[in-house]
Every structure is written in C-alpha cells, then in structure tokens.
C-alpha cells in the first residue's frame, strides 16, 4: 500500500513536472512571437477590437470595409464660407469608431489597441446664404451633400510609438471611390497637430462625448407639456 502511494506521488510528480515543462513551453513560445511582432513591417500591437486594423506587406493601411455602419459618433463643420473659402477641410466631418472600441471607452474610458477612427468628409450642398448656407424647409443651415474623402487614425503602440500610439492616413480627398490602401502620413501633416491639441489620447473626444455617454433611464412619468 505504501508503495503504491509512493508510486502516486511520483506520478503526480512526473504530472505536475510535465505540466510546468509545456506551460514554460508555450510562454517561451508566446514570448518569442511577442518578440517577432515587435520588428519587420508586419509588426503590431495585440489588438483588443474587431475589425482589426489590416495591414499589407509594406506596412500600409487597408482601407477598413463599410464603416458607415459603424458607430457614428459626431459630424463636427468646417465650410469655406466660415473659413475666408480656404477651410482645410471644407465638409462636415463624419466621424466613425468601430462598435467595439465604443463600448470598450464606455467601460474603461480608453481607447483600446486597434481602435481605428474613421472620418468621412461630407460636402454640404452649396447656397446663397450667410457663410455659403442655404435654406431648406428646416430652416437655414449647413445640408450633406456627396462624401469627399476619408482620414483614419489607428491605435498601435508597436507600429506607433513616436506619434503617440497612433497613425494617421488619408485614403484621398476627393469623392470615391478611395485608395484602397494608405501610409502612414508624415508628423506634420497629421499627428503634429493632433498631438499638439486633441484633449485626450490623440482624439478630440471633447466633441464625441455627448454620444458617447450612456442615455440616463428615461423618466416615468413626464409632466404634461405647457398647455395639455
Ligand atoms: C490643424 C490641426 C489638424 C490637422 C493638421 C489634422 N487634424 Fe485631424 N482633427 C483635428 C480636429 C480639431 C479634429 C476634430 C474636429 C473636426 O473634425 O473638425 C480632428 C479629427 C480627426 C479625426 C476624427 C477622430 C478625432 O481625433 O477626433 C481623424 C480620424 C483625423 N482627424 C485624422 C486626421 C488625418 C489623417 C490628418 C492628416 C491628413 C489630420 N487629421 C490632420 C485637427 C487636425
């Protein structure tokens, strides 16, 4: 009997010995990927959301599929008409998240690695009115026309380091169709000015937050509106 509980214990031995041989084994080997991920053009980040930023062989990014239905999170304006005819980015600003990352800076307040944000210029229709507005049963004001152009912004602090985490891309400024791939744009065109003034994280979520905060529960019982 003694024997055999000798025989027990050397088993669990050669069990827990076997246990910690593959657990080394595989750190090891989840160690040397992470290594691996860190040089060469395929490198990236652990990305945390899907759809994942897509990469080609030369480090390019791929234009992300159908981000129009994604989460929209905010469509800021900047018409010529307000800007002497020379806005540097003249239409309304369409700006798209992927439903992941939104719900993931709703939980943590951080955008997690491979957030993309996507913004699709739109242009507004032209008019006569004040700073180039025009009039429509609504009312006075800005209208969207055709899209014109798409800038992303990647979270990545493997491929992006120096800018912050974050890479930027224009895919042309025009209507589509678009590039089907881009890279990265250069520190001055892009990510100089979004280091130098985006409140939070390189994005200007100042604007994104009302949409970005969840509804409170609606009210019960609503007073009656004045005169019912
Ligand atoms: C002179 C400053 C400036 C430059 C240069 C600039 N941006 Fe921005 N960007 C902003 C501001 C301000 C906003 C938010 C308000 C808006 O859209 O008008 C913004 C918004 C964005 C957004 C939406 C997410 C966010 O951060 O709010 C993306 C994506 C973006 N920019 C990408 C680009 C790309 C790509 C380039 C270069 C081609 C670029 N930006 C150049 C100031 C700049």
Redesign the pocket.
């Known amino acids: 009997m003694g024997k055999k509980m000798n025989f027990d214990r050397n088993e669990r031995l050669l069990l827990a010995a076997c246990v910690a041989g593959v657990t080394l084994t595989i750190g090891i080997f989840g160690y040397a990927q992470d290594c691996g991920a860190k040089s060469g053009p395929d490198a990236h980040a652990k990305y945390q959301v899907k759809p994942a930023p897509v990469w080609t062989k030369d480090g390019e990014l791929v234009l992300p599929v159908d981000w129009r239905r994604w989460v929209f999170m905010g469509a ?3 018409p010529n008409g307000l800007n002497d005819g020379h806005a ?2 003249a239409e309304i ?1 369409n ?1 798209y998240v992927q439903r992941e990352a939104f719900d993931w800076y709703r939980k943590t307040g951080q955008w997690p690695e491979g957030t993309i ?3 699709e210029m739109q242009h507004v229709l032209p008019g006569d009115g004040p700073g180039g507005s025009r009039t429509e049963p609504s009312g006075n004001g800005y209208f969207p026309g055709v899209p014109n152009g798409v ?3 990647v979270k990545d602090s493997v491929r992006f380091p120096k800018s912050k985490n974050w890479g ?3 895919f042309g400024h025009h209507a589509a169709p678009y590039a089907a791939t881009a890279k990265e ?1 250069p520190l001055n ?6 280091i ?3 409140p939070e994280d ?4 100042n ?2 937050k009302p949409v970005l905060t969840p509804l409170p529960a609606p009210v019960q019982n609503p007073l009656p509106a004045k005169g019912e």
């Not at 065109?189 to 979004?194: L, P, S, T």
């Open positions: 800021p304006i900047t540097n980015f600003h700006t944000m996507l913004k800038d992303c912004s930027f891309f224009n744009a065109k892009c990510a100089g000015c979004h130098a003034n985006a390189m994005v200007f979520v604007f994104y």
